[in-house]
């Protein structure tokens, strides 16, 4: 688990100023952050407490930042939170009041309120009713802002991106040890989440996946009550977590004594090395996209696409090990890669003539294209 103070305080006083001066771009008077994610990154709380609203209120004009939480939450922020002040609902009461005396007296005559609507933390009951109070501000999407502001990651936080995927790498192989002759997905699960938990990983924000290639695209099922039998290639894809950093990585998993994978192997580790290599600064994610694509399509000797190749990683709450907002490798994305961003990058090929097969690994992006943080060997074989 993380320490009580994941970062100096200095980081994240740094971190809330580079917000406003990009918050103040919009002219907003405050800005209501309620992904788990940026309120993380903004303050420092880190705890499961967002399954109720929790919100980190920045004034634009001032330091001041507030946390906006259930009551029983006020100890936790007191040691995780330096720097930022709390203001407290009880059980019972609606966290409207309290959010509307935190940002009331911050509203100018324009009443400009940065929010975040995509937000899955932000209730619609909240939202109607802090509307209501403050008289149906002008509100202002202030999510690209905030994606903008962690978008390049720092030292400490590339430090704790590479000890993820050190735990992650601890987890796979675990998890294809644990997947000897006839099994089931939660012995492997189990044996995944064990391994990494006692290597010294946070919770991940997702559990690990673990099915037969069969069942490849079921995406987001974890495991399934199907026994899994000697003869299944399994499909894995998983992330330890440090400091809630992630660094996603995924195999295909081969039976004992099975060949590497066909066609499908081989144009999926092209592919992936496709990817590395266009990862350089100053390309964008369709450009990347377009390498991993054409790479794909120059092996099948056709037309081939997925809905991306990648997306970005990093900080991720429960349920997912990413931000909120999904900053593929796609096409129509001309976001410009920039050293220091880092991606979860895939290269999944699923097609009726060649076979199935995918991997996956987290990247950094340098000057010398994508450096893999994960360093699982890209061929696993479960054991007889």
Not at 68 to 80: D, G, H, I, S, Y
Not at 310 to 325: A, I, T
Request: proline content about 6%; hydrophobic content about 40%; some cysteine.
């Amino acid at each position: 688990m993380a320490s009580d103070e994941t970062f100096p305080a200095e980081e994240y006083v740094r971190r809330r100023a580079e917000a406003r001066a990009l918050l103040s771009k919009l002219q907003v008077d405050a800005a209501i952050v309620t992904a788990p994610e940026d309120v993380y990154y903004l303050s420092g709380l880190h705890n499961q407490g967002h399954f109720v609203f929790t919100a980190l209120v920045l004034d634009t004009r001032s330091q001041t930042a507030t946390l906006v939480a259930r009551e029983m939450e006020a100890a936790t922020a007191a040691v995780q939170s330096d720097g930022c002040a709390f203001a407290g609902y009880q059980d019972g009461q609606d966290p409207c009041d309290v959010l509307y005396d935190v940002v009331h007296p911050l509203a100018s005559d324009e009443r400009r309120i940065g929010c975040q609507p995509e937000s899955l933390s932000m209730p619609v009951a909240v939202w109607r009713g802090i509307d209501r109070r403050l008289g149906s501000p002008v509100w202002v999407d202030c999510a690209g802002v905030l994606a903008e502001a962690q978008a390049i990651r720092s030292d400490r936080e590339i430090a704790c991106l590479r000890q993820a995927g050190r735990l992650s790498d601890i987890g796979m192989r675990a998890g294809v040890d644990a997947a000897a002759g006839e099994c089931t997905g939660g012995e492997v699960v189990g044996a995944i989440q064990d391994a990494m938990l006692s290597a010294g990983s946070d919770y991940p924000g997702f559990v690990p996946l673990v099915r037969p290639v069969e069942q490849i695209r079921q995406e987001h099922v974890a495991w399934t009550d199907d026994p899994i039998t000697a003869a299944d290639t399994l499909f894995f894809e998983l992330s330890a977590a440090v400091r809630r950093y992630h660094a996603p990585l995924g195999r295909t998993v081969r039976p004992h004594g099975g060949r590497g994978g066909g066609a499908a192997a081989d144009i999926a580790h092209t592919g992936l090395d496709a990817i590395l290599a266009g990862l350089c600064p100053g390309r964008t994610a369709q450009d990347v996209y377009g390498d991993w694509k054409t790479s794909v399509e120059a092996r099948l000797r056709r037309g081939y696409r997925r809905h991306h190749c990648g997306y970005s990683v990093g900080l991720g709450f429960p349920p997912s090990w990413m931000s909120g907002r999904v900053d593929s490798l796609r096409p129509g994305n001309d976001m410009a890669l920039r050293p220091g961003m880092t991606f979860h990058v895939q290269s999944w090929v699923v097609d009726p003539q060649v076979g199935t097969y995918a991997i996956s690994d987290t990247a950094l992006v340098t000057n010398d294209g994508g450096e893999p943080l994960t360093s699982t060997p890209r061929f696993p074989m479960r054991p007889a």
